[in-house]
């Protein structure tokens, strides 16, 4: 998998915005990648993430290559996926601003897994170290091989949806 992107961006406006329309309509579970490196303890609220294979345990991220975080991957080549509650949407929300980057770490209940922070009030929290890469446009593909997991009891997941975040309900 690893290699780069023959893939060329599309010139056309129309096209990009029908895109992101599109996509806005999605539901996405939201999740908190963490990592530790040379400057400390560092995150990034992301929905690009799932589950890849059981055989072996492993998941996948996407983070764009000039998100801040991305020279920690790439150096440390290990992360945390936080499975974030709908408890957690203040968290996500401070994870996903640029503003105040220097303090969000002084929120939440976080403790060390693997070396890594770990949210406390996430409903998981997945110890991973990359096993392969991709790149695909702006972004890096990274696939996490897991090596240990916390599960808790918690609510809902948090979703984001239509640029709000939003929790899962019945139908019925």
């Known amino acids: 998998m690893t290699g780069q992107s023959t893939a060329a961006s599309s010139p056309d406006p129309a096209l990009g915005d029908a895109f992101r329309l599109a996509m806005r309509n999605v539901a996405s579970a939201v999740y908190l990648i963490t990592a530790h490196g040379p400057e400390g303890d560092v995150g990034m609220t992301a929905t690009a993430a799932c589950s890849l294979s059981f055989d072996p345990f492993s998941v996948l991220i996407c983070v764009n290559r000039s998100a801040s975080m991305f020279r920690t ?7 945390v996926l936080n499975v974030l509650s709908a408890d957690d949407a203040a968290i996500a929300a401070a994870f996903g601003s640029p503003a105040g980057r220097d303090d969000r770490f002084g929120k939440g209940d976080w403790y060390q ?3 890594m922070p770990a949210l406390r009030s ?12 991709k790149d695909f446009g702006t972004h890096r593909i990274f696939v996490g091989q897991v090596d240990q997991v916390d599960n808790r009891d918690g609510q809902a997941e948090l979703l984001y949806c239509q640029g709000a975040f939003r929790q899962l309900a019945p139908l019925v």
């Not at 991957?73 to 992360?79: C, G, I, M």
């Not at 996430?122 to 890469?133: F, K, N, Q, R, V």
């Open 73 to 79: 991957l790439d150096a440390t080549r290990r992360f």
């Open 122 to 133: 996430s409903l998981a929290s997945i110890a991973c170290h990359i096993a392969d890469t």
């Open 113 to 115: 897994l693997e070396g």
